[in-house]
């Protein structure tokens, strides 16, 4: 975004994690910053933290399923600052399970935060944005919701939805001035597994042994995202194992699941990722 714009943004899930140190990327370059979470005392924490810096904010005690919540949450901060210029949709939840096992329960949770809650923030931001001459907003997706793993069904789909919601954005939008990133990380230093849930005990050794050897921390991911926001890039996949993923997922997308589905059949699948996870390779 140029210089001459004004900077008033909107993070959902700003409590811990990516969300915070987003807030702490845009404060560092002088953005008044609305911290939405669920949980108020984490708000507050990174509400600290920005002030601690040298910036300057508010919070907003949200939960992204509710959209009355979400609606509440946009009129209070047109009312207060007189416009939002950016609003991150980033606020998520993980949980894993073979489809059939997951409990339905847990397939409503994730995909109501996941993809929902992103629908929400678009519907009650994007036609004020409209009205006001401009904006822009950033969908925290994940490259889950291209590479697809096994016993992953409910995170993938509601991160694919979101890939497919800001690219269909990214066009309807652009008559009103309205910018559209979508963020795609693999795995990184976050504080997602804190609400995870898990079927089989394999699924719960995989996924912390992914965070722990992960390559990039959320400050990255952070800065990265910034930076696109600022190229106004549609797609930002920031680690390089990603990169090549997406990059093999598109251009030869019937050989790469073909190869997965062999894997799994011969039983090498869940040796073979959890070797990838402890090397950081994922």
Not at 91 to 110: I, S, T
Not at 111 to 129: L, Q
Request: glycine share 10%.
């Amino acid at each position: 975004m140029s210089k001459k714009d004004k900077k008033r943004a909107v993070i959902t899930g700003a409590g811990s994690g990516l969300g915070r140190e987003l807030a702490l990327a845009l404060a560092a370059e002088g953005w008044m910053l609305g911290l939405a979470d669920l949980r108020e005392e984490a708000a507050a924490e990174t509400l600290a933290m920005v002030q601690r810096n040298g910036g300057h904010g508010d919070t907003f005690r949200l939960d992204v399923r509710e959209p009355d919540q979400v609606a509440a949450m946009a009129s209070y901060f047109w009312s207060e600052w007189g416009g939002v210029d950016l609003l991150i949709n980033n606020a998520g939840v993980a949980a894993a399970g073979p489809v059939g096992d997951m409990p339905l329960d847990e397939w409503k949770r994730v995909v109501d935060t996941n993809f929902w809650g992103m629908v929400y923030g678009c519907h009650s931001f994007i036609p004020k944005m409209c009205e006001q001459g401009g904006g822009y907003i950033v969908n925290v997706s994940s490259a889950a919701g291209f590479a697809s793993l096994m016993h992953m069904a409910a995170y993938n789909t509601s991160k694919a939805a979101v890939i497919s919601l800001s690219e269909t954005l990214s066009n309807e939008v652009s008559p009103h001035k309205i910018g559209v990133t979508v963020v795609c990380p693999s795995f990184f230093d976050t504080h997602l597994l804190d609400g995870a849930t898990f079927c089989e005990g394999w699924e719960d050794e995989f996924a912390h042994a992914c965070f722990a050897h992960a390559k990039m921390d959320a400050a990255e991911i952070a800065r990265r995202t910034v930076k696109a926001i600022k190229r106004r890039r549609l797609y930002l996949v920031p680690q390089p194992s990603a990169k090549l993923v997406w990059m093999m997922k598109r251009m030869t997308p019937g050989i790469f699941y073909g190869n997965l589905a062999f894997y799994n059949k011969a039983g090498l699948a869940r040796p073979l990722v959890l070797w990838m996870a402890k090397h950081g390779l994922i």
